[in-house]
């Protein structure tokens, strides 16, 4: 899912993490920390938009990509 993705953004409760994945190259533990709930599943909500993938959710982030 990740290779057609060009960047991250992962919000859990105040804190948002942006990765742009052309520069960046995290392990598969970081990814799965912004990526994955406690229970191992996709955290939700989870939407992808063009080449972004938007988890969690932020209304600042949502208004700015959904323009």
């Known amino acids: ?9 992962s919000v ?3 804190r948002m993490t ?3 994945l052309r520069k960046e190259k ?7 920390t912004l990526l994955l709930g ?5 955290r939700a909500p989870t939407l992808r938009v063009g080449r972004t ?5 932020d ?3 949502y208004e700015r990509i959904f323009r």
């Open 53 to 57: 993938l938007l988890v969690g959710f």
């Open 38 to 42: 406690a229970t191992g599943n996709l």
């Open 18 to 20: 942006y990765v742009d």
């Open 1 to 9: 899912m990740l290779g057609d993705v060009d960047e991250i953004y």
């Open 12 to 14: 859990k409760g105040k």
């Open 59 to 61: 209304q600042t982030t």
């Open 26 to 32: 995290p392990n598969d533990e970081t990814l799965s």
